[in-house]
């Protein structure tokens, strides 16, 4: 539409303006017409790629030409050129810059048709010189929209790129979520696994058949609790509600810790996301007991009050012998970002008093 209506002005004035020619008065109006065009065809230039200092220079040599070819010619749409450029430096420019170069307009367009037509019409030539100015208002609204729509699209932009960040921390949670589970399965039942098939190995060699029998069995029975235990995994990782106390209680049993559950308060169902990961801090804490502290008992408490609810997992001090073994290191970090994700608190320590003294205690509170 813009270029449609620049090339009309221009065509309006090579066929209506006059004198034209190639001499004398017609080759100064051919001449004006020309360097007026230019004026007006530079509008069309982006905005980044002219400078503001130069666009200023630019405009007002532009009302300059559009002024002399006013002054110059007898007849035709000159003074469409000045109404274009002042209303395009309201576009282009600051307003402040943009209304004084449309006062200037309309004094210098003014005198020039006082001067052409003379003294007897002073209202005509002063009237037609101001209005030149005016159109200086509507390149102002039209600038203002340009900002308003801008600055709409960059607001959605920024929304975009925001939610792109918040959609992408979401997944490295989840991610770090799942490596947690997969750490929880695999590599603890994988260690106690490989402890007993070592330990079958080693007493092979002694030729104790008996030993080497429950150590084997030993292994078949974690094989299978590792095969519970990724049940849990995939079905938490589906985020299905879990029943806190029902799991809780079919993971001590299945690990042989029965009736180790001491239930305190008034048993409430707690979101999908607490019931996982307070599972995910038991199933830690029993193969933490059996690798650190065979043979000893395990006391599981968990307590519903008004404010939080608190799982404390206590086992004694080892009966038999513990094998030396190297844990992932994973463990105790992986407990602490899921109570950290919840708004809780863990304690991890030795129990130093007590029938369970010389023992090891995880305690979690998760508020709400």
């Not at 992986?334 to 995880?362: C, F, H, K, N, S």
Request: charged residues 15%; contains cysteine.
């Amino acid at each position: 539409m813009g270029w449609v209506l620049t090339l009309c002005v221009i065509g309006s004035a090579f066929i209506t303006v006059r004198p034209i020619g190639l001499s004398g008065r017609g080759l100064v109006v051919a001449a004006l017409i020309v360097v007026n065009s230019l004026a007006l065809l530079a509008r069309h230039l982006p905005e980044h790629r002219v400078p503001p200092r130069v666009a200023l220079i630019w405009l007002t040599l532009g009302i300059v030409a559009a002024a002399a070819l006013i002054a110059v010619s007898r007849s035709g749409s000159s003074y469409l050129f000045a109404f274009f450029i002042v209303g395009h430096a309201g576009y282009r420019l600051q307003p402040r810059p943009a209304l004084a170069l449309a006062a200037f307009c309309s004094l210098l367009c003014g005198g020039v048709l006082y001067l052409r037509i003379g003294p007897g019409h002073h209202l005509l030539p002063w009237a037609v010189g101001l209005a030149t100015g005016t159109p200086v208002v509507l390149g102002i609204i039209n600038r203002s929209r340009r900002r308003a729509v801008q600055a709409v699209i960059e607001a959605a932009e920024s929304a975009e790129r925001a939610a792109r960040a918040e959609a992408q921390a979401a997944v490295l949670t989840e991610r770090g979520r799942i490596a947690r589970d997969v750490h929880d399965v695999l590599a603890h039942s994988l260690a106690g696994i490989n402890m007993q098939l070592e330990l079958a190995d080693a007493l092979i060699e002694t030729g104790d058949l008996e030993k080497v029998r429950e150590a084997n069995q030993k292994a078949h029975s974690m094989v299978k609790e590792s095969l519970k235990q990724a049940q849990w995994t995939v079905h938490a990782l589906r985020e299905d509600s879990l029943p806190l106390v029902g799991s809780l209680t079919a993971m001590l049993d299945s690990s042989g810790h029965r009736d180790a559950l001491t239930l305190t308060g008034t048993p409430r169902d707690v979101p999908s996301q607490v019931t996982q990961n307070l599972l995910r801090i038991a199933q830690e804490s029993l193969t933490n007991a059996v690798r650190h502290a065979p043979g000893g008992e395990v006391h599981v408490e968990l307590t519903f009050d008004a404010a939080s609810t608190t799982l404390r997992i206590r086992n004694s001090a080892a009966t038999r012998a513990v094998r030396a073994g190297v844990g992932s290191g994973m463990g105790l970090i992986g407990m602490r970002e899921r109570v950290a994700l919840l708004g809780g608190t863990i304690t991890a320590g030795p129990v130093t008093e007590g029938p369970d003294e010389g023992g090891w205690q995880v305690e979690a509170v998760i508020p709400g």
